[in-house]
Structures are given as C-alpha cells and as structure tokens.
C-alpha cells in the first residue's frame, strides 16, 4: 500500500430501524470516537449504548487503531449506536477481509430491518382493538 492509500478513509453506512450512521475510519496512533462533533461518552451517555458502539472493534479483533467519525441522525439512542455497530462493521470488513468472519457470526454485518408497525384505522394502537361489549 502506498502512503496515500494507507492514511486514507474508509466509509460505510449502518443502520438500524429509522437510525442511520454514516461511519468513517482513518488509520491513527490511538482509536478515538467523534459521533456528530462530540466524543463517545458524551454522546452516548450510559456505559451499555458505548459498549454496543465499540464491540466491533473490541470483539472483531482488529490490531489497528482507528480515528472513527460518525455522523449518525433518526431513530432512538439505542438504535443509533447499533446503527454505529452496524457502520463500523462494514468499515472493518472493507478495510482486512480476515475480520469479516468473526463480525458475521457475532451478527454485527446483519440489518436488523424489523420496523415499528404502523397503526390501523378504529384501533387504538397497531393491534389493540378497544374493548368488545356485545351490548
């Protein structure tokens, strides 16, 4: 690889329900999180949502630091960090096709595509009916 391929970013997108995240790596001395201008512990306030971002790189083995930039909008906090998982899967398995395995089977290179179900007319929410009275 030469010096301008090796310092370039890596980009892919994740997403989860309405959540989307747009994740780009660039090679870097130490891994460091910036999700929409702000550091990972102040954008994912609770240790479990920073877990859920992170467990790509922690659990898919990968040697390399990485600087990570996220644009990430829509959804809920939650499905925005599996949105992030889901992105920085993506970047990994671009960047060394050895990881692809080890994501795969921890299922972080699957959309989960399951979606809110919309709510139906004379119901009161998409499968709750009001109470039947035979009189």
Do not use: C
């Amino acid at each position: 690889m030469t010096t301008e391929t090796k310092n370039r970013y890596i980009e892919a997108v994740g997403r989860r329900k309405t959540a989307t995240a747009r994740v780009r790596i660039t090679p870097s001395a130490k891994t460091t999180f910036l999700i929409n201008d702000k550091a990972l512990n102040e954008y994912f306030v609770t240790e479990e949502l920073q877990t859920i971002a992170e467990e790509a790189i922690s659990k898919g083995e990968v040697k390399e630091k990485f600087t990570v930039t996220v644009h990430v909008e829509g959804g809920g906090i939650h499905a925005q960090a599996e949105a992030v998982r889901h992105g920085l899967s993506r970047t990994l398995v671009e960047r060394d096709e050895q990881v692809k395995n080890t994501l795969k089977k921890l299922g972080f290179l699957k959309r989960d595509s399951r979606q809110v179900e919309r709510k139906k007319f004379g119901l009161k929410k998409a499968r709750k009916a009001p109470t039947w009275s035979k009189r």
